[in-house]
């Protein structure tokens, strides 16, 4: 038989800029932990985004805090349409008004009434359309509330899978550096015990035997030849 090693322990990798370990995976009594390291600027940024997000979407249909200042210029806009409705239609009602007292002496007569009539009627269609005017204002407001609001989630919502992608990069790399040392330690462990690993295992088995090593993830089985290999 070849000569034997002990197996080596798990290698484990990590990722360091500048001096300062960003990311590690390491091994504690058969359980792989992945870490990424944040620095105190980013812990406080990424929680200040996590807590603004959370309370954003919390709040994204409550306008209890809107309704007041809303109500304020809905009224605003109501008294100005008001305003110019009436700097249109009284002067115009009052010298008709005027021009059937100085030509009749009253108000009986039906061909000045006809024009007193449409033109109250013309004031009454321009107030109704103010309404309807405030009510597609209303609705706007809130339109353009909720739209600033989803907005402002999506803002924080990409900031915060920004922080997400580094992370993961970061843990992509340092997972690969651990899987480079842990193939280099495979393959110098089956050098180091003479020959082919598999070999000298199924030498020594001899009969079906299954051997699973949890480290490197290799599972061998052995009836008299090689029948399968899972890494």
Same mark, same amino acid.
């Given at each position: ?111 000045? $009434?006809?024009? !007193? #009539?449409?033109?109250? %009627? *013309?004031? @009454?269609? +321009? ?5 309807? =005017? ?21 803002? $924080?919502?990409? !900031? #915060?899978?920004?922080? %997400? *992608?580094? @992370?993961? +990069? ?5 997972? =690969? ?24 295992? !199924? ?29």
């Amino acid at each position: 038989m070849g000569k034997t090693s002990s197996y080596p322990d798990y290698s484990q990798g990590s990722l360091v800029i500048n001096g300062k370990e960003l990311a590690s995976v390491t091994e504690d009594d058969n359980k792989i932990t992945s870490s990424y390291n944040m620095s105190d600027y980013d812990k406080k940024t990424y929680n200040k985004i996590q807590k603004s997000l959370n309370k954003a979407v919390k709040n994204l249909y409550n306008f209890s805090s809107n309704k007041k200042l809303w109500n304020q210029q809905l009224n605003a806009y109501k008294k100005q349409g008001i305003k110019e409705i009436d700097s249109i239609y009284t002067p115009m009602e009052t010298s008709l008004k005027n021009d059937i007292a100085n030509r009749f002496g009253n108000l009986d007569n039906s061909v000045f $009434l006809d024009k !007193l #009539s449409k033109i109250t %009627d *013309n004031k @009454a269609q +321009a107030v109704s359309s103010l309404s309807d =005017s405030l009510l597609m204002k209303r609705d706007q407001l809130y339109a353009n509330e909720l739209q600033n609001r989803m907005n402002y989630i999506s803002l $924080l919502s990409g !900031l #915060s899978t920004n922080y %997400d *992608n580094r @992370a993961l +990069a970061y843990l992509n790399i340092a997972k =690969s550096n651990a899987e480079s040392g842990n193939n280099y330690n495979t393959k110098t462990y089956q050098q180091n015990s003479g020959g082919s690993f598999l070999s000298n295992a !199924l030498t020594g088995l001899g009969a079906a035997t299954t051997a699973i090593n949890p480290a490197i993830g290799y599972g061998v089985t052995a009836a008299g030849q090689l029948s399968s290999l899972f890494i």
